[in-house]
């Protein structure tokens, strides 16, 4: 089955500075990967995602890399706020028969913007 | 739309008691997903389904039992509750084909 793995666990930047997150995946057949913030005590929310027909998306401070040949995706946060500190989940995604979604998820990434 | 919402939000059981955890969606999504997510840790599948009547098991389904009568519907029974189930119990949903999925709030659970 598909396996994410998510480098680092944890992160700690200045604010102001970038913040990057890397995510590999095994199974090529994965063709959505989304990511996720988590904030304390909250639900994950879908933050960017990208399809596997497209090398990189962005949405104001933050941006997110494909790269199929090597199996990896990043996600990158510019100009990090204090807001950002949360806990970032990558995913790969699967669409199997009759629509089904296959999602796994990364380990995450816990992020510490410091002011 | 209310989304994905869950009850309790937080419950305290002690060993070797059951409960239900209830799960509704009001976005008429076929797929009905529920994680656990221990302290500090990634999102675990529990079980999934993938419409009315149609469930399956997921990465750590030991303990835990599920039934979808519905689509919107999708609760989570514990039996003989063990402090290993000491989690917090996110409910999901999605659409059919690569999406977003939707959680819940979540229900914190302690068993003691």
């Known amino acids: 089955g598909e396996n994410v793995e998510q480098h680092p666990s944890t992160l700690s930047v200045q604010e102001g500075d970038s913040a990057v997150i890397k995510c590999t995946y095994s199974d090529s057949a994965s063709n959505y990967f989304p990511w996720y913030k988590q904030e304390l005590g909250k639900r994950p929310q879908l933050i960017i995602d990208i399809r596997s027909n497209v090398g990189e998306k962005k949405d104001q401070r933050i941006a997110v890399t494909l790269n199929k040949t090597a199996k990896h995706f990043s996600l990158h946060i510019t100009e990090t706020q204090p807001e950002d500190s949360a806990v970032y989940f990558c995913a790969a995604s699967i669409g199997l028969a009759g629509g089904y979604q296959k999602v796994t998820f990364g380990t995450g990434t816990k992020l510490q913007v410091i002011p | 739309n209310a989304g994905v919402t869950q009850t309790p939000k937080f419950r305290i059981l002690k060993i070797g008691q059951s409960m239900t955890l209830q799960c509704t969606q009001d976005m008429n999504h076929n797929y009905m997903y529920w994680y656990r997510q221990d302290p500090g840790m990634g999102l675990k599948l529990i079980y999934y389904s993938v419409g009315a009547g149609i469930t399956d098991k997921g990465e750590v389904p030991n303990g835990y039992n599920v039934s979808r009568s519905t689509t919107e519907d999708f609760p989570l029974r514990l039996e003989l509750a063990a402090p290993s189930q000491t989690s917090v119990y996110f409910c999901?949903?999605?659409?059919?084909?690569?999406?977003?999925?939707?959680f819940g709030p979540g229900t914190r659970l302690t068993v003691t």
């Open positions: 999901a949903s999605t659409t059919a084909g690569a999406g977003e999925v939707y």
